[in-house]
């Protein structure tokens, strides 16, 4: 057998493209769906700086990961599983250092991206929102924002459909008190 | 019968089908109270949507995207720097993304049988070597197929990794004869032992057996369909 061109190249060559092509589905996948990762980050860290170190955090844990990802299945969804369990994870820590001096309701700038005259109104759904349980407002913004079914909420959240489906009723009656959409 | 605040939420979340849809669009056509409180849902759906709307339509941040891109090689040499300083720094050009995350758990009281057998392929790995592709094989398959080929004789072979061990069996008239075995007895141990560096040595002396390309999927099923007999 031929030293230098012999079949180890040819297995080399094809495993590599073949390594290639999956890490680039992975990638591909994952930089198609930042944009609205960003924007579920945003409605759950509550302010854009916050929401991007939640997507950076996301990002390692799904890159460190990744063998755990099936091709195939659907990268948004555990994408999304992994940010939240994040901030879950985060909250909790941040919470019991911040408490004593922040008042909940300090939190609010996701609006910043809109125009001058907007910035009320979105500085009301801000401040609606955080007040919100951090699962309702999960459960509401997974729905009501990024559209997915509740079945698919409840795997996202990692809870029965049954307690997703009350946590976005009692989250969307708030808000809906809150906003003064009475129904 | 009463239709209940959740089920109209539910309705204007598009969740309901069947008999509950029917039932709830009747209920509509005749209350106009009920689809106020759809259009309050869907106006404030419509309000939220809005306002994070922006955020995905801005461009995102260079640092995100290098913490994508970049990540991908980070991960990578960072399993190169825990790895034993083995030669063969090829093999992760070869499975980088396979091998870079995988930690074999070794599996107490699995695959002892193939230690009585000594150069043929008994039990658990006999058969996951007639009957699993690496196409469709399962990420946490006990025993991991990590490529097929054809020897110096045109008989089949395939590499294979386990918590026990790992190599390469090649086909013949007796069954997978183990030309090359790595590792092993690790689950008397109870030790982790990780994937990449047996992987590595597998791949390797795959090199030096394998006459012509790996296996596509095609070709995997295609041999498997025959029982890995060439004729």
Known sequence: MDETGGPGRFIRERAKKLSAQQSNGFEDGLLALLPRMRRFAAGLARNLPEADDLCQMTIERALRSRAQWQAGTRIDSWMYRIMRNIWIDEGRAKTRRMQTFVDADAGSGVGMSGGQEERAELTDIDRALAKLPDEQREAVLLVMVEGYSYKEAAGIAGCPVGTLNSRLVRGRDALMGLLGETG | ?231
């Open chain 2, 1 to 231: 019968m009463t239709i209940s605040k959740d089920m109209i939420a539910a309705y204007a979340d598009g969740e309901l089908e069947g008999e509950a849809l029917r039932l709830v669009e009747a209920a509509l056509a005749a209350d106009p109270a009920l689809r106020a409180e759809v259009d309050a849902h869907r106006a404030l759906k419509a309000r939220l949507c809005a306002h994070f709307a922006p955020i995905a339509e801005t461009p995102v941040p260079e640092g995100l995207i290098r913490a994508v891109k970049g990540g991908a090689e980070v991960v990578d040499f960072a399993t190169v720097a825990r790895k034993p300083a083995r030669p063969a720094p090829m093999r992760f050009a070869w499975f980088g993304p396979a091998l870079a995350a995988s930690l074999v758990v070794a599996l107490v009281g699995y695959g002892v049988s193939q230690r009585s057998g000594n150069d043929y392929a008994v039990g658990d790995l006999a058969a996951a070597l007639d009957h699993q592709l690496v196409a469709t094989q399962p990420t946490g398959a006990p025993v991991r197929i990590l490529l097929s080929f054809r020897g110096g004789k045109g008989q089949f072979c395939r590499g294979f990794s386990s918590a026990l061990q790992a190599g390469v069996a090649c086909r013949d008239g007796r069954g997978w004869k183990l030309v090359k075995r790595i590792g092993g007895g690790s689950a008397e141990t109870g030790e982790y032992r990780q994937a990449g560096s047996a992987d590595a040595e597998v791949l390797s002396a795959i090199q030096d057996i394998a006459q012509g390309p790996a296996l596509d999927a095609q070709g995997e099923r295609n041999a498997m369909g025959a029982s890995w007999r060439t004729e």
